[in-house]
């Protein structure tokens, strides 16, 4: 299985549409590590509805959609749950998600404990294998060894350092941050900052006999009379104006014609407008 792991979008709409230009429909599943933004999440998600594939996800600490939220008819998320797609199973748990009774917990670490707990229930009442699971979470899970002995992959983000560890039977995949935004200048007007969507994401391929491999893509950006003035930043697009090359994706009109005029196949329609 072919899989699409990303995450830390903070409602920038344009770095998702930017990634979709660049892909083709090839993917079996998408998995969304949390940070989704709740603005734009609507118009994140049909941008991703384009690639005909159904598409897994949590909440991160930038997330407020309720969990009953529609966001298409091929979106799950996966707080608590088990969902089987193809020869995987996902389960997860989102950064803050609610948690069945009133019981308060002290912190952090005890709801992380409590969601784990609950995923492991959900886990054996599904009959999965662990070999074949996929973990999504917003941040790294603790004690996976433990809690679950021989899982395949676990996907999260929060942290926005592209990562990849292998511990035990357990492939880790850091996704990154998606929105990562330069400043940029042309030589001849260095004050006049625009910006590039400069972010990451992950390819992940699963065999059958359940070997991982994992890719880290850079969404494009080798725009040669632009010359990068500072670090990025990964707090979403407000207030930041993008070079012309980028802002084709933050207009709806012209990003429906780049939708149009794919010609490898994997044509899309965009968005139908905001929600």
């Known amino acids: 299985m072919k899989i699409l792991a990303i995450s830390d979008i903070h409602n920038n709409v344009a770095c998702v549409r930017k990634l979709r230009a660049q892909e083709a429909n090839e993917y079996d599943v998408i998995a969304i590590a949390g940070d ?9 998600f049909a ?5 005909e594939c159904p598409i897994v996800y949590v909440h991160g600490n930038w997330d407020r959609m309720p ?6 008819a091929r979106a799950r998320l996966v707080h608590l749950k088990a969902v089987k797609v193809g020869s995987l199973t996902f389960a997860g748990y989102s950064f803050r998600g609610p948690l069945p009774g009133r019981r308060q917990l002290s912190g952090t670490a005890e709801y992380g404990r409590r969601c784990r707990a609950l995923v492991r229930a959900a886990l054996r009442k599904s009959g999965t294998d662990l070999q ?15 809690d679950f002995p021989n899982l395949l992959l676990h996907i999260y983000g929060h942290v926005h350092t592209f990562e990849v560890l292998r511990r035990g039977a357990t492939t880790y995949v850091n996704a990154s ?7 940029v200048a042309r030589a001849h007007d260095r004050k006049r900052l625009r ?5 990451n994401y992950a390819v992940i391929e699963v065999g059958r006999g359940g070997k991982v ?3 880290c893509r850079l969404l494009r950006r080798n725009y040669q009379e632009w010359t990068v003035t500072g670090r990025s930043t990964s707090n979403g697009p407000v207030g930041k104006h ?3 090359e980028d802002a084709v994706f933050a207009d709806d009109g012209s990003f429906a014609r780049i939708g149009e005029n794919r010609h490898d196949g994997s044509s899309f329609a965009a968005p139908s407008g905001r929600h």
């Open 67 to 72: 969990d009953d939220v529609t966001l298409g």
């Open 47 to 51: 941008t991703l509805a384009t690639f």
């Open 242 to 244: 993008l070079i012309p």
């Open 195 to 199: 910006h590039v969507n400069a972010g």
């Open 36 to 44: 989704i933004g709740s603005r734009a999440a609507a118009d994140i």
């Open 213 to 215: 491999s994992v890719e």
């Open 132 to 146: 074949r699971c996929v973990l999504l979470a917003h941040d790294r899970a603790r004690h996976l060894d433990r």
């Open 177 to 183: 941050a998606l929105d990562r935004i330069l400043p």
